[in-house]
């Protein structure tokens, strides 16, 4: 109850110094004039009769003094919400004629102003006969209303003849003293009060007697029983029934009236204040329920929260407390809803006369001071109660009243109707949210707390919340004469169109809580039966049926989709956005993954009848050519981007008929959206709906249509190549010479791409005029993607022509970035070279991307590259070699070539080495690209070209490139074409390893005073190849590093595979039986042993080791595993390096345990790594390839150069 300062101010001065005698006198009085009403003579009006004795009980009732106190303040305890901390003078003053005077020196309160209605009761009185004579009227108001509003509206008491009447004005008069703050008994000028009610009627009599009941209350000092405030509380609820009756009574009188009844009646309720004091009534019993809940939550006692002087110790509100307000508060509800179906009846004219303009424009609706002249609808006192009511989560019970009423007063709001439904429906979007979280919660379904906790829910809450949510949205969007004809209300289309305009603003928040209860339905119906009805049990909201719930949302929602669709269709984008998965997929698409919440938005509206495909096409359509102003918390989000992102999982999630048959539609919107110069995202999902209508529907009937299809990705696909090549920028004037500009490049590595983007360019959003360059590696990737196989799927094999030139024009964009190696430029090549790989498979694009490729494989940097484009290029070069027989040719003529040609005075020798070096790793690579057995019938020429190689001496780079195409001709031929090389291969090894032996000899003999610099050093051995060397130089290191990765290749291969190899094995390695040195000694002979070259360059290197302690690498360790690399580096910086690599070699099979049948070879049943018998073999098979896969990995990485081999 709103807390009142100035009659209860009065009152309390007046308690302490009132005497006993007074209350006597006024019992006695009081008894007197009840014995002389009931002897009256039986021929008086019953009605009077009743009145004269209500007004008697009025006398007692109001000796509530009025004083005002000098000031006021604020406990901390009742600032409970910003607008009911109203200083003073923000509550309107329910007496607005006040006389008291101000009394020094009062003392201080601590009253709440929302109080200051209140009228006290200083004394106990009869109530049993005061309800008596009350209920008496209401009677007759039921059975004969018509005839008794027409006696009461048309009888005034001007009669001063007659004793009764003259005792009734006196009366009257005292009572309009008391509540004034003055003594009930003090003398009354004899013409103040004839004056003041000759002309009342007893309408305005009864009117004001039931006011001063509403709001009187007993004082606390007074010590009533549980029986006198139940009397009281009695008293009330029929004062309220009672003007309940009487106004919607009036309602019907006034409109077979005249004019001049309508403003008889308006006058009336101006002066008795009916709005006022009904709205203060209401407010005071939603900051009670507000109170009460806090000091039960707090756990305190009311009377003792404040010292002194508070509402809590002067009023006793305890018959209101049991039942939480909720009886009066519910009647209350009744009665302001027929007040303002009256008050339109009455002030229509005034609202015509420009009594509108009154309004102060500082004035907001969130003021609690009362407007004259205005509406009850227009005050803000009604739009704050009903705001600050349907947030008490703890008085839910009432919530349905309270929505009964704004649906009720709809037609009544006037030009406030925009501000209310637009306050009340986001109110109760909160609510819904809150309650579907708080169900969330209960039921174990997240693990966040709501903001509150809802108490004594009704069981269909939930859905008369929606239904209240369907009526107030639906009465602002659709037209409203069709479900509110009953009332006759004549309903402004300015103010409609204002409400209209107001609702669609915050669709997306109503979509996003709508689509909140649609999902917890979804789970709740798809969790299995039994644990659902045990998940409802521990939740305090029933969600009752599902079924209820999901027709009621569908109700809500049809309409809306079908009158406002673009509308309707933006919410849904803006929902979708902000329903977005938190984490990334574990998979980098261009286009992101829909979480499971957003494909629940498909499926809502797929369920909403009105939207079948053609209208969402149709709708989505208008959405991107204008989108809807929505309430952008985001500045980045684009609409058009979350429309298309739902349209594409819409349209992964409908069946390929129903595509098939909404074909124009989609042809005619994918049409427009390549002209409307979306922002890029936007135009990825096109290409992106474009593909899943492709791989839906293959083919097309109509000539027609294929050809239009055809147009289309002609131009999408141009568009998006246009984004790739944004980070293109032109070098020369005259000539087409692209290069990619130097600046960082965004990589394709999360599900959202605005979320990459933001932090490099935060206006990417706003400027849809250019393409931002940031974009340019999603549209690679996302070409990479789809690009191939949509073309080939969209022009049939007669029209494969037609696609030739766009290739060609893209070409111009992929091959810049595939010229670029600097590591800014990673994203990009990694993306273009997945284009062109997935481009080579098809043989028809040939023409559009052969020279290139061949130009870009020619080029010096091609193997700078990141280890993850190799597998790329080897499809490339693949299809690049097999498509037609020619292009292997011309690369092994350049290769001869090359080799051919003599050294002349004017070419560099180092250039002429390095270009025959490039051009033997790059027929490595294309051999390492083919199958195996592919260039078999090559191989006497490629053998040819290695042993020319061979022939130059001390040519270390070129060298070290012959033993890396050994080791991809051991992966790639098979073992018996191989015969032929063994000897050439087993002699390079060991020449290459007699040089490090020279080397690291030539060391230990020669004292080193400047380091490794033993320049021109000839070598003892000097087989066919005299080499002569700087040992030490990076050259020579590459090519020591090249021959032992042979040397560890063939040991890791199974002895099946390299046959030829088992017979010069012995020469590397020790074997565990050679005791043959033994042997020679017995015989007497003095033959020196042989060791294997590993053993002999093991102890060389460990001695060096010594020398150069900051060099050791003695102390790191390989492991050995069957079918591994034991070589991962790539390259050495001295020689030491190779130590553990020779180390291990010379060990591992000198034990008798590691026989020549040891893990080297085919593991044998005993060693077998493999258990049991039967599955031996197949597991073995599995073994090797895996193994075969490892190794074949870490030769494609020997291949690159210059960027980390990651």
Known sequence: MLQGKKNIGKALLAIPHRKRSHSSTQLSLKGKIMERLVDKSPGAKPKIKKVKRKDDERRKTNQAEKSRPPSIFFGDSLDLENWYSCGEGEVS???????????????????????????????????????????????????????????????????????????????????????????????????????????????????????????????????????????????????????????????????????????????????CKVQKVVLHCLLSTIFSVQKWHEHRVRGTNVAAVEEGLSEDSIINLSEDQLDNCSAIQSQLLRLLQSVVVLEHRVMIPVEEGGEVEHVNPQQPMTSLQYLHGQPITAQGMFLCAVIRALHQHHACKMHPQWIGLITATLPYMGKVLRQVVASVTLQLCKNLDNLIQQYRYETGLTDTRPQWMALCIPPDLILTVLEGMTAIIHYCLLDPTSQYHQLQANVDQKHLAEARAGILSILHTIMSSVTLLWGVLYLADSSDRPAAASACSTSNINLGSTKNLRQQILELLGPISMNHGAHFMAAIAYVWNERKQAKTSSRNKVIPIASEEQLLLVELVRSVSAMRIETVIQTVKEVLKQPPAIAKEKKHLSLEVCMLQFFYAYVQRIPVSSLVDSWPSLLALLKDSVQLSLPAPGQFLILGV?????????????????????????????????????????????????????????????????????????????????????????????????????????????????????????????????????????????????????????????????????????????????????????????????????????????????????????????????????????????????????????????????????????????????????????LRMSPQHLTSLWPTMITELVQVFLLMEQELTADEDITRTSGPSVVGLETTYSGGNGFSTSYNSQRWLNLYLSACKLLDLALALPSESLPQFQMYRWAFIPEASDDSGLEVRRQGTHQREFKPYVVRLAKLLRKRAKKNPEEDCSTRTLSWEPGQLLLTLYVIRSMEQLLPFFNLLSQVFSSKGNSRSGPYHSPTPKDSPFPGKDGKLESQKVFWSRARQNIEEMVEKDFLEGLIKT
Not at 813 to 828: F, K, T
């Open 93 to 271: 003053e329910i007496e607005s004629d006040i006389g008291g005077s101000r009394t020094s020196g009062s003392p201080r309160f601590n009253i709440h102003p929302l109080y200051q209605h209140v009228l006290l009761y200083p004394q106990l009185y009869d109530s049993s006969r005061t309800l008596h004579a009350l209920s008496a009227i209401a009677a007759m108001l039921r059975a004969s209303p018509a005839g008794f509003v027409s006696a009461i509206s048309t009888t005034s008491i001007n009669n001063t003849y007659t004793p009764q009447l003259s005792l009734l004005q006196n009366l009257l008069a005292r009572h309009r003293v008391s509540v004034m703050g003055k003594d009930f008994y003090c003398p009354i000028p004899q013409d103040s009060h004839s004056h003041s009610f000759r002309s009342a009627m007893f309408l305005e009599i009864i009117i004001s007697l039931c006011l001063y009941f509403l709001r009187s209350y007993y004082s606390a000092h007074v010590a009533a029983t549980s029986q006198d405030l139940a009397g009281n509380h009695a008293m009330q609820l029929t004062s309220v029934e009672v003007l309940t009756l009487l106004f919607s009574e009036l309602v019907k009188v006034i409109g077979g009236s005249a004019k001049g009844f309508a403003s008889f009646i308006c006058d009336v309720l101006s002066k």
């Open 690 to 970: 474009l593909n899943e209508f492709i791989l839906k529907n293959p083919t097309l009937e109509s000539k027609k249509d294929q050809r239009e299809l055809q147009d289309v990705t002609h131009k999408i696909v141009e568009a998006i190549a246009t984004i790739a090549g944004s980070s293109l920028e032109q070098t020369t004037w005259l000539r087409r010479n692209l290069e990619v500009k130097p600046s960082p490049q965004i990589m394709v590595d999360g599900a959202s791409l605005e979320a990459d983007v933001e932090d490099l360019m935060l206006t990417v959003m706003e400027a849809s005029s250019f393409t931002p360059s940031v974009y340019s590696v999603h549209a690679l990737t996302l070409l990479a993607e789809v690009l191939a196989h949509l073309l080939d799927m969209v022009f049939y094999s007669d029209e494969k022509e037609r696609v030739i030139p766009l290739l060609v024009n893209l070409m111009h964009y992929i091959v810049p970035y595939l010229r670029n190696h600097s590591a800014h430029n990673a994203p990009s090549y990694r993306a273009c070279i997945q284009l062109l790989s997935s481009l080579s498979g098809y043989q028809y694009t040939r023409r559009a991307w052969k020279k290139e490729a061949f130009d870009l494989f020619m080029d010096h940097t091609f193997f700078q590259m990141d280890s993850s484009c190799v597998s790329h290029w080897r499809a490339i070069i693949d299809h690049l070699m097999t498509h037609d027989k020619t292009t292997f040719r011309d690369l092994m003529t350049r290769v001869a070539v090359a080799q051919s040609s003599s050294l002349s005075l004017f070419t560099n020798r180092d250039a002429e080495l390095e270009q025959r070096a490039m051009l033997l790793k790059r027929l490595a690579f294309t051999i390492y690209s083919s199958e195996v057995d592919q260039y078999q019938k090559y191989l006497p020429d490629i053998q040819e070209r290695l042993v020319e190689s061979l022939r130059l001496p001390q040519v270390p780079i070129l060298h070290a490139q012959v033993f890396l195409f050994f080791r991809v001709l051991l």
